[in-house]
């Protein structure tokens, strides 16, 4: 399907974000929310004084609580999910510019978030608005190979962010997205919008459960893809599965001419732990002729550090990417290991 490439529109973003492992600092309730309760708690103590004795108490805490209770309920408007991983927490939480977002959290990190108002289809954290660097490079890619960004595959669905973002923001992308329970992707449809994508979007997107490295190995059309973006984690780990050398094998076999391959890679322990980011710019660099590594920072929802490694055997300019030399690569990683 070759398209003469053209330069796509770029949905602009008011913030500064399968899932994106990013410590859940928030969910404290709000000052406003704060003294709400403790007017509920005064309120409940002056019953339990005007009522006196034990029963009087016991209705005063009854009333403290179903309040407490009730003002949590609506500030965060909480759902408790089951997933292959556990439990998750569906939540609420107010952004910095006082727009609400709808957040994803297991296993103590943040795998998603959407917002609820109109910007629903723009991704909130900024690693997913990095995801876009494949749509930035399209036209060095059309120039080089006659083709641009047209078919695209996203291991790891999560909560849908970016696969949202692009289908909506690029009227002639087809992409596969590969997420591997269907729990996770039924509450994506109930909480995250998806329901609405699959509507919009119809047979431009194909949702396949299944585990990505399974899906990578199966019997696909070798350079079927244009791109193939690498979201998946379990928790706050990574799918090593997906990230050793074998795998990117495989990733480069279903890759275009000049196509694009990019890996969320996530730091540790506050941003000084980059073993993961050296070893998988090690692996790639074993198998692809170029790789570039792209910081994509959420100043929000801050704690630990995205990093974008991009790998691909086209010579393109990355804007934004970081220099390193060889004492910078890791070791890198195989099936064996």
């Known amino acids: 399907m070759d398209e003469r490439w053209t330069p796509r529109p770029t949905a602009e973003h008011n913030m500064s974000g399968a899932s994106c492992p990013r410590p859940a600092r928030g969910g404290m309730p709000e000052e406003a929310v704060d003294v709400v309760v403790i007017l509920a708690i005064a309120i409940a103590c002056t019953i339990g004084g005007a009522s006196g004795g034990a029963a009087g108490l016991a209705m005063a805490i009854l009333f403290a609580l179903a309040s407490v209770i009730a003002i949590v309920y609506l500030r965060f408007d909480p759902h408790i999910t089951h997933t292959a991983n556990g439990f998750a927490l569906i939540r609420t939480r107010r952004m910095r510019d006082g727009s609400l977002a709808r957040v994803f959290r297991q296993g103590g990190v943040y795998q998603s978030a959407t917002y609820l108002d109109g910007r629903r289809f723009e991704p909130v954290f900024a690693y997913q608005r990095a995801f876009d660097i ?96 690498n979201d998946t984690f379990s928790g706050h780990e990574p799918v090593l599965a997906l990230a050793t050398v074998e795998a990117a094998r495989v990733v480069r076999s279903l890759l275009a001419p000049g196509g694009l391959y990019v890996a969320n890679v996530v730091s540790h322990e506050g941003g000084t732990e980059l073993t993961f980011l050296r070893d998988t710019a090690a692996t790639l660099r074993q198998v692809f002729a170029r790789v570039w590594i792209v910081p994509a920072t959420d100043e929000q929802f801050d704690g630990e550090d995205n990093y974008l490694v991009i790998a691909s055997d086209g010579p393109y300019a990355v804007v934004g990417s970081i220099p390193f030399d060889e004492e910078f690569l890791g070791t890198p990683m195989t099936d064996a290991a």
């Not at 994506?188 to 459960?209: K, N, P, S």
């Open 134 to 229: 494949v749509f930035d490079l399209e036209g060095q890619k059309f120039e080089r190979t006659g083709r641009g960004v047209v078919d695209v595959l996203a291991l790891g669905g999560g909560g849908y962010a970016w696969p949202k973002h692009a289908l909506m923001s690029h009227d002639n992308l087809h992409m596969d997205v590969v997420e591997i329970d269907e729990a996770v992707t039924r509450a994506a449809r109930r909480w995250f919008f998806v329901d609405e994508l699959e509507a919009r979007a119809g047979d431009r997107l194909h949702i396949i459960t299944a585990d990505g490295r399974a899906y990578l190995e199966g019997e696909r059309d070798a350079g079927c893809y244009d791109a193939i973006v």
